[in-house]
């Protein structure tokens, strides 16, 4: 299609979620019974919607040693991979550490980790220890004190071996098994097992993402997600068969998916629908491909196709082609840039190191992709000497009269008496 069709058509905007009115009231339900019942609400929902809840003394967390075994046992090939991308995350997040900034006449910035972090990892269609390790690992160098993990499992209360042991490798405290709603919920207010956090964060589906907007408030929550995006700015230079790779890599994950080519060239627009369609003949996952969304659009200019990219605000985009670097600097929105045909999206989903917890459905325009800042909050501090209360006083005084708040005038004027800061001269007393 060309640029104008994709303006008409509206495929720069997507539904909130795709959520129907029946989904909102479920999930709303769910957590409500978890907040007002606790572990029994938790327990019904995790037999209902998982397959399995603890019985009699079984627990429903597993901590460290479970975690470590899981590790030691891990084939050599898979911890070396999950140690070499523990390794880069690590040292990309660390240098995202605030420091306390001081401003004038005693003002002062101070930056501090939140006490508890929830974090959530789905389990559906496959088990994810690469975002155990891009959640839990910007927790821990932002210095949470207690990281919780949650993720669905199997009907017989099982987790996957690579989620334990990314989450040893992470320094993850304890895995709780539990899915959905439920256990956004479970961790937003607390149940008799399960403590109340102060910020949940991760990825999951659709009741997952409801969840978390319920709650939002009774804690903090790093996004409300829509399904994967990826979006290629690319000219004739760009190589189709990775183009058409790039684009089938995120549409595996979810049917909801988007995978956009924007393009001045009509001869690789071509090129890349041919290998698109190869390609289809030979993906284990090519029904899931097939039922997501995927169009190619022609743009006049390059300078036009990062334009429409910005409009998009993609989770994922790909800069391919001679002018990738010069491109760069039009971009506004998008939740992670990827350029030049040597850096796929599936290579920043592993080891690269930036983090792959990003925002979807145009949140690009305000949001950021999840990092140590998203488990720390700031506070300000001010000390005032009996100088500047002299030299501020006058005009704020007049602003509190101006808004009809007298008592707030009369607690700055009382502090200019003669004596008033003087300890034990209180009015009334004796």
């Known amino acids: 299609m060309t640029a104008a069709q994709w303006r008409a058509a509206g495929l720069s905007r997507r539904l909130d979620l795709g959520a129907g009115e029946d989904q909102v009231a479920a999930v709303r339900a769910i957590c409500r019974q978890v907040a007002l019942r606790g572990d029994a609400a938790l327990r019904e929902y995790s037999r209902r919607f998982d397959g399995w809840a603890p019985e009699g003394d079984e627990p429903l967390a597993l901590g460290p040693e479970r975690l470590r075994a899981a590790l030691d046992a891990l084939p050599p090939a898979q911890r070396s991979a999950l140690e070499l991308a523990a390794a880069r995350v690590r040292a990309f997040h660390e240098v ?3 420091p306390d900034l001081e401003g004038p006449e005693g003002l002062r910035l101070l930056t501090r980790p939140v006490r508890r972090a929830g974090l959530y990892v789905p389990g559906g269609r496959a088990p994810y220890p690469s975002t155990v390790l891009m959640t839990a690992i910007p927790a821990r160098v932002a210095g949470v004190a207690e990281v919780l993990l949650a993720t669905p499992p199997a009907s017989d209360g099982s ?15 304890r895995v709780y098994r539990m899915g959905g709603a439920q256990a956004i919920a479970a961790f937003a207010y607390g149940t008799e097992t399960v403590p109340r956090v102060d910020v949940v964060a991760g990825p999951g589906n659709l009741y997952v993402n409801l969840a978390k907007r319920e709650v939002f408030g009774a804690v903090g929550v790093d996004a409300v997600a829509g399904p994967t995006e990826i979006l290629v700015v690319a000219d004739a230079a760009a190589p189709p068969e990775p183009v058409a790779a790039d684009l089938a890599s995120q549409l595996e994950h979810d049917p909801m998916a988007w995978a956009v080519l924007v393009t001045d060239s009509p001869g690789l627009a071509d090129a890349v629908e041919e290998s698109f369609g190869d390609l289809l003949r030979h993906l284990d996952r090519a029904e899931v491909v097939q039922a997501a969304r995927c169009c190619i659009v022609l743009a006049a200019s390059l300078e036009e196709a990062v334009e429409l990219a910005n409009d998009f605000g993609p989770e994922h985009l790909e800069l391919i082609g001679e002018e990738a670097e010069r491109l760069l600097d039009r971009v506004e929105n998008a939740g992670a840039v990827f350029l030049g045909p040597s850096t796929p999206v599936s290579l920043g989903d592993y080891v690269i190191g930036p983090n792959h917890t990003l925002p979807t459905a145009g949140a690009a325009r305000f949001a950021s992709p999840l990092g140590v800042h998203t488990f720390l909050k700031r506070r300000s501090v001010a000390r005032v000497s009996p100088e500047a209360l002299e030299a501020l006083a006058d005009a704020a005084c007049t602003l509190a ?12 004027e009382v502090r200019r008496r003669p004596g008033a800061g003087e300890p034990g001269r209180g009015e009334g007393t004796g």
């Open 96 to 98: 995202q550490v605030f």
């Open 159 to 173: 987790v996957a071996a690579s989620i334990l042991a990314a989450a040893a490798l992470a320094g993850v405290d």
């Open 401 to 412: 009269r101006m808004e009809g708040l007298t008592a707030h005038a009369h607690a700055i």
